[in-house]
């Protein structure tokens, strides 16, 4: 069994670190779905989907909800949140780079005017 | 203690339209010396995978061959004997002004293209990524769920050993 210290990033961390539960919420970003189906479309039994469904509910990725006998799941918060994560990490990332990057550039321009005097 | 950033410099990332990315960030030198930071490989690598970037994650080898027809290669490892291999090939080569490059390693690979514009001795340089198509970028995007995975993957490798 998982432990679940603090919750939110333990848990997303724990629920998106299963390739099945990735597609998952791939395959719930394009539209919701039913257990049954998610269950056909990664050829797995409805208790192993089951499974990796309550997983993601508890981490907030995906909610379902049960309408007669069909349980139906969707995107959570934080799946759609993905987005907005998503280029959050990548202006991060290039802003780590071009920090960097900056940094390199003021050594050549140093380089170059030293040069440039001598 | 909060610091006040200066937004003037910084990197802005935004999503243009259905298949596009777009990076922009503004550098105190002419495009000469920026683009030179760009295309030899000793300097590029220095800055491409910086020590800031959580994960351990470095550039173990870097090979680029920047001229029009050309071809690069990076791998990035942590530490560990895996590494993770970028790949492509440059479609077109301006000195001073552009790189384009495609992204093999995976399917449905972006197109990048990196310009560098002159601003009288500063250079605005915007990074451009071009999924083929809608699906291919809302696929990267997906990305807490298809993107971010060998990240997650890593760090959570990462904190599971350090939990040991």
């Known amino acids: ?118 | 203690m909060k610091q006040q950033i200066d937004t003037h410099n910084r990197t802005a990332v935004e999503r243009k339209g259905d298949r596009e990315l777009v990076i922009t960030r503004t550098f105190d030198a002419p495009p000469g010396i920026v683009f030179r930071a760009w295309s030899q490989a000793e300097l590029f690598r220095r800055w491409w995978a910086p020590k800031s970037v959580p994960g351990g994650v470095s550039l173990v080898s870097c090979e680029m061959d920047v001229r029009t027809g050309g071809t690069y290669r990076l791998e990035f490892g942590a530490g560990g004997p895996d590494t993770m291999a970028f790949y492509g090939k440059y479609l077109e080569v301006v000195p001073n002004e552009r790189i384009v490059w495609t992204n093999d390693e995976g399917e449905e690979g972006a197109i990048t293209t990196v310009t560098f514009e002159d601003l009288g001795g500063k250079t605005l340089l915007s990074f451009h990524e071009i999924y083929p198509s809608r699906e291919a970028l809302e696929e990267a995007l997906q990305g807490g769920a298809a993107a971010l995975p060998e990240q997650l993957d890593q760090l959570g490798e990462f904190l599971s050993g350090e939990g040991k």
């Open chain 1, 1 to 118: 069994m998982v432990q679940f210290t603090s919750p939110p990033l333990d848990l997303s961390f724990a629920a998106l670190s299963d390739a099945t539960r990735r597609g998952i919420i791939d395959q719930l970003g394009r539209a919701d779905a039913s257990i049954t189906s998610l269950a056909d479309k990664f050829q797995m039994t409805l208790t192993g989907m089951k499974k990796h469904v309550q997983v993601l509910e508890r981490a907030g990725l995906v909610v379902t909800q049960k309408v007669g006998r069909v349980r139906t799941c969707r995107l959570g918060k934080r799946g759609l949140a993905a987005e907005a994560e998503w280029i959050e990490a990548h202006r991060k990332l290039f802003e780590a780079r071009f920090d960097a990057l900056d940094e390199i550039i003021s050594e050549m321009k140093q380089e170059a005017g030293d040069e440039a005097a001598n």
